[in-house]
């Protein structure tokens, strides 16, 4: 139980374009979702907290109008990159959480996506 | 604010050698303290978590690790490595259950025949 799944696990996009990235909790209802980035050979930074139905809430020196997040459902949010530009390719992670049950509270991280900008 | 360090960024065991692994942490509250692995291009799965009860956490794959308040370290430990084992480990810090978790900069564990 507890499995996030993402996709695309990779994407290869040219500078300019949007990319979308679903992040799915396939058992378990996900009241709040996490999306991190990682560069290569790094540690994991928090971009946003998602909460079902409501809007993220973005780090410090995270763009929101550039990385759009929806958490439309309990179990599916996406982070869009609008405009991609070279730096922002990434590995992104999300996780997801539950309340209740016998994972209460416990962050499940799904397997990533890497995103390589032209 | 919460902040978590890794000392050594690569450790490298001889497989059957014990594995050692620090962390230190930097918190405000009582924290909660992770430990997470990650193999290459995939997410990372927990291996251990302190939760303010017992100060020595046992996880999988023959893991643990032991909360020293005194020494605000959560390092962890294996008896015995495995060739298995070699994968990037992640130490994280969290104020409070579920709450924002801050990581470590991340070790990667070589095991050599």
């Known amino acids: 139980g507890a499995v996030v799944s993402q996709h695309p696990s990779r994407v290869i996009c040219k500078s300019g374009t949007s990319v979308k990235i679903e992040c799915r909790s396939l058992?378990?209802?996900?009241?709040?979702m996490f999306w991190y980035r990682q560069f290569p050979k790094q540690s994991l930074m928090l971009m946003a907290t998602s909460n079902e139905g409501s809007k993220a809430t973005y780090e410090q020196g995270v763009e929101k109008d550039k990385f759009l997040i929806n958490h439309a459902s309990l179990t599916l949010s996406t982070l869009t990159v609008t405009s991609a530009h070279p730096e922002d390719s990434s590995f992104y992670i999300c996780?997801?959480?539950?309340?209740?049950?016998?994972?209460?509270?416990?962050?499940?991280f799904g397997p990533g996506t890497r995103l390589t900008v032209l | 604010a919460q902040s978590v360090t890794q000392l050594g960024s690569h450790v490298s065991v001889s497989e059957g050698a014990l594995v050692l692994l620090r962390c230190n942490y930097s918190s405000s509250v009582p924290p909660y303290l992770f430990w997470y692995v990650q193999y290459p291009n995939q997410g990372l799965q927990l291996l251990l978590k302190y939760t303010s009860a017992a100060t020595l956490v046992k996880g999988i794959n023959g893991f643990e690790a032991e909360f020293k308040k005194s020494e605000t370290s959560f390092h962890l430990t294996k008896p015995s490595a495995h060739m298995s084992d070699a994968a990037e480990y992640f130490c994280?810090?969290?104020?409070?259950?579920?709450?924002?978790?801050?990581f470590g900069t991340g070790t990667q564990l070589k095991v050599e025949l």
């Open positions: 994280a810090v969290s104020e409070g259950g579920g709450n924002k978790l801050t």
């Open positions: 996780s997801a959480r539950t309340s209740g049950g016998s994972f209460h509270n416990e962050q499940f």
């Open positions: 058992d378990f209802q996900a009241t709040t």
